[in-house]
């Protein structure tokens, strides 16, 4: 039976040999097989198993954790005296809960030339890629061109304040001299204007979480109230749903579609060019064939209110209610820019509180983004775009270090709907891209000049 045509078969206990670096689709295979759905993560024996791997091939390595049993590992294959880089990621998913499988979701089954599970997007794929490119390099005689450091993380798909947010809080000695790093996300294809794009990530919106608390007439329920604080939320909510936040073109926004506009036809670069233009943006977006759900939020801040609390009994109208927003800030914003386009935009001055900001850089480093774009374009015939994420990655932690991360895991996935399936049912990955990336990884790794 080849690997491409195998069938459902029940989960092995994960291999430790000298040969694993050759057989990246089932170190895949074994990593989708440690259940590490974050809540609550419990990414150690994931971690410990990366360890054993490593001291098969006779790598020192070293763990750090806020919580024992959700630790990050770190390693280093010696190279010669160029610059450092740092392969790194998270080994954390998300939850299965209420999703359709075709297969159970922690088998790592093969069928139909695919492994099935949960992180075969996101992101346990970029972990064997990086996993089997880093021992293969201790496997070989030759060295990289500098040092090679490998980070397992736990802990991002929660906000990585066990993962990458602590070792940088705690431990920023870990990344002194690096300059340069390999993550999520990019390197897949994307179908844009008609256009076969490999976005590779520099930069990404900023993490802001904001709770606004109203407060108003309250009493009886069975008399009628004006000015209420659930009014005046119900009214804040319908405004923000409905209406954009002002428009924002950042540097990093702008290399991305100046990139679009060079590699699509003209009709389409017009387009993309007139995004740029604050004037413009709003009319041409509602004006896009393409899907524009994502340049929409590359172009603005945005805001969903996502919980709501008030009110504790049927027959009270509350003098408080509270809801929660995730906003959602393009570079260089801050909270207090978003606080006052939503005091703007509503019309209405609820009491603003900050839960939470995870900050990043104004713009992006692209020193190595043509370098890295040019191995998958050379291999692909494809188009590389400088990618400004509208979601949130652990790379915002490394900027805080002076550490520039690109998305670039490499992956050919044909029709499959890499957006749709992500954090969804049935996630799944072509077995042939999981050998192909990783060959562009590990070639990536000996281009590498920083």
């Not at 340069?180 to 990404?204: C, K, M, R, S």
């Not at 957006?419 to 042939?432: A, I, K, Q, T, Y």
Request: overall charge negative; hydrophobic content about 40%; aromatic content about 8%.
């Amino acid at each position: 039976m080849s690997e491409n045509d195998a069938k459902a078969v029940g989960p092995r206990d994960p291999l430790v040999s000298t040969d694993a670096h050759e057989r990246p689709v089932e170190l895949l295979q074994d990593l989708i097989r440690f259940e590490t759905v974050n809540p609550p993560g419990n990414e150690k024996a994931c971690i410990d198993w990366i360890g054993e791997l490593l001291e098969a091939y006779g790598i020192d390595y070293a763990t750090y954790a806020r919580d024992p049993e959700r630790p990050n590992l770190t390693a280093t294959v010696s190279g010669g005296d160029g610059s450092p880089l740092l392969l790194y990621g998270h080994v954390d998913v998300v939850p299965v809960a209420g999703q359709d499988w075709t297969h159970d979701p922690f088998e790592g089954i093969i069928e139909d030339s695919h492994v099935w599970g949960r992180g075969t997007l996101d992101m346990k794929s970029g972990v064997a890629m990086f996993l089997a490119t880093f021992l293969r390099l201790a496997a070989e005689d030759e060295q990289p061109p500098g040092d090679v450091h490998l980070l397992a993380v736990s802990d991002e798909e929660a906000g990585g304040d066990d993962g990458l947010g602590y070792l940088v809080d705690e431990h920023p000695e870990l990344f002194t001299d690096i300059d340069h790093a390999i993550g999520e996300f990019g390197g897949f294809n994307l179908d844009l204007a008609g256009v076969d794009t490999y976005p590779i990530q520099v930069n990404e919106k900023q993490v802001c979480w904001l709770e606004a608390t109203f407060r108003g007439n309250s009493g009886h329920a069975s008399f009628p109230h004006e000015k209420t604080a659930m009014g005046q939320m119900a009214s804040f909510v319908e405004t923000v749903d409905r209406e954009r936040l002002p428009v924002h073109i950042t540097s990093s926004a702008e290399e991305m579609f100046e990139s679009l506009a060079d590699a699509v036809p003209p009709e389409q670069a017009e387009q993309f060019q007139a995004l740029l233009d604050p004037e413009q943006t709003d009319n041409v977006l509602d004006a896009m064939d393409v899907e524009t759900k994502m340049f929409d939020a590359l172009l603005h801040n945005t805001a969903n209110p996502t919980i709501v609390e008030g009110g504790d009994k049927e027959n009270v109208v509350p003098e408080e209610v509270t809801v929660f927003l995730d906003c959602r800030l393009v570079p260089g914003q801050k909270p207090e820019d978003v606080i006052q386009e939503l005091r703007g935009l509503t019309n209405s001055d609820p009491e603003f509180e900050v839960v939470r900001f995870d900050p990043g850089p104004p713009a992006a480093d692209l020193e190595m983004f043509e370098e890295f774009g040019e191995i998958l374009e050379a291999e692909t015939g494809g188009v590389s775009i400088p990618l400004l994420m509208a979601g949130a990655t652990d790379g915002r932690h490394l900027a805080q270090v002076g550490v520039q991360s690109y998305g670039f895991i490499p992956m050919q996935l044909d029709e499959l709907p890499f957006l749709d399936l992500v954090h969804s049912g049935d996630e799944r990955v072509p077995v042939e891209t999981i050998k192909w990336g990783t060959e562009r990884v590990y070639e990536a790794v000996h281009e590498y000049e920083g």
